[in-house]
């Protein structure tokens, strides 16, 4: 395919309506400010895939806080300023714009989060991370969609290919690894024979990088619609020790992923089951490092100890002649994705079906009678209001108690 300098009409086509107008006038107020302003990154990339997108990269050459504020004004729409790192996003129907100032950003030391300064365009696009990634459009009256592709991106994004921009790219910032694997799946691309040798040798860049940074890139990857791809790539490049010496990404992890997004259809599996299902083989000591390194969220957190609980309970919940009662009991209170996780890991039909029926019947079912009735009934406040009421749950479980009156029964012959 011919080489494309312009893309105003992927732009119109592809973007919906007023999204296009929105940009339209803020060239506008740039160009009127002496600044120039381009579309970025992800968007630009996906516009000549022919994707839509609908999260907005901007960058201005001039004060991103400052513009952002007058084009707010102008369309009257909702702002957000990051003052630390002169961001700023604007909400514009629901579609979400972020607008950063064109920077040129220099590492002193690798892993370091980058110095920066205010720069051109070019600059801008020079620390990008892939050439399908670095690319611009022009978003001025005069040059409204006029791309501006430094690094072949165009010609990556033909030749399917993930490529860095320069041999450092991977010491700069290590957590592009990750993300070299995510587009490389995402796209069924291939990552680049160069970059491949570069990605290999800096892989041990990844220590120096914050359990908080890998823990957003892990997110990225869990939201992707098959995050087993990476994660398959990553063991077969040595990566998944990284996140944990034992953890594998196999083709039992890729099977339960698939099974994960069964269960949760339509919607898509919570990062909490995902990471319920990769730890699942974990020691109980073994999660805790993956949680603290990680810094994971405390649902998330109680996702994985949970799971290790369950786990442990499923030689008895395995046993023949288990009451209803007794499913309840070993199952009640766990965390919703741990129970997810152990239905799909259980490699019993027996558990299987328990912890189904535990999730669809079981958890609902509540005796009809309260504590103030049974002190109606007779019973003195105190322990034996607690023991009655579960006398009367067990009942309900097991089937013999389906009506109020059956439950009143019962409590007369405890009486
Ligand atoms: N970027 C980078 N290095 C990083 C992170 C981001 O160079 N470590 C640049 C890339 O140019 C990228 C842009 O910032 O395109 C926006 O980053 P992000 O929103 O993470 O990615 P998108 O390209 O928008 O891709 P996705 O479809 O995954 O959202």
């Known amino acids: 395919m011919p080489e494309i300098n312009n893309i105003a009409d992927k732009i119109s086509?592809?973007?919906p309506l007023q999204l296009t107008a929105f940009l339209k006038q803020a060239g506008v107020t740039a160009a009127a400010n002496g600044e120039g302003l381009y579309l970025v990154g992800g968007v630009v990339r996906n516009l000549l895939l022919g994707?839509?997108?609908?999260?907005?990269?901007?960058?201005?050459?001039?004060?991103?806080i400052a513009f952002s504020q007058k084009l707010a004004d102008e369309a009257g729409c909702k702002i957000t300023t990051h003052k630390r790192f002169n961001t700023a996003n604007i909400d514009w129907y629901g579609w979400s714009i972020d607008i950063t100032s064109a920077r040129l950003e220099s590492y002193s030391h690798p892993g370091a989060l980058p110095d920066v300064k205010p720069g051109s365009i070019e600059d801008d696009l020079l620390r990008r991370d892939f050439t399908i990634n670095a690319m611009a459009a022009g978003l001025s009256p005069q040059g409204f969609g006029r791309l501006i592709d430094l690094y072949s991106g165009q010609k990556d994004l033909e030749s399917r290919l993930i490529r860095v921009l320069h041999d450092k790219s991977f010491i700069d910032d290590s957590t592009r690894i990750w993300r070299g694997l995510r587009y490389e799946q995402r796209l069924n691309f291939s990552i680049e024979a160069e970059t491949l040798r570069l990605l290999k040798r800096d892989i041990d860049g990844l220590d120096g990088i914050s359990g908080d940074r890998i823990r957003y890139e892990l997110e990225?990857?869990?939201?992707?619609?098959?995050?087993?791809?990476?994660?398959?790539?990553?063991?077969?490049?040595?990566?998944m020790v990284k996140l944990h010496p034992s953890l594998e990404g196999d083709g039992w992890l890729a099977d339960m992923f698939t099974r994960a997004r069964k269960l949760s259809s339509p919607k898509k599996p919570s990062i909490s089951l995902y990471m319920a299902l990769l730890t699942y083989n974990l020691e109980e000591g073994e999660k805790e490092q993956f949680i603290s390194y990680l810094k994971l969220p405390g649902a998330i957190a109680q996702s994985l100890g949970d799971s290790s609980i369950i786990k442990s309970r499923m030689p008895k919940l395995a046993s023949a002649g288990l009451k209803k009662s007794d499913v309840y009991h070993l199952l009640r209170g766990y965390n919703r994705d741990a129970l997810k996780a152990s239905l799909i890991a259980a490699d019993s039909e027996a558990v299987h079906r328990s912890i189904q029926l535990y999730m669809d019947k079981l958890c609902n079912i509540k005796p009809q009678l309260t504590g103030n009735n049974l002190m109606d009934m007779g019973i003195p406040e105190g322990p034996q209001i607690k023991k009655m009421l579960n006398k009367l749950l067990d009942a309900r479980l097991n089937g013999e108690a389906k009506t109020q009156k059956e439950e009143e029964r019962l409590v007369k012959e405890f009486l």
């Open 51 to 64: 994707k839509s997108n609908l999260d907005i990269d901007l960058v201005v050459e001039g004060d991103a």
């Open 13 to 15: 086509k592809q973007l």
């Open 220 to 239: 990225c990857i869990l939201a992707e619609k098959q995050p087993e791809k990476v994660l398959q790539r990553a063991a077969e490049l040595g990566l």
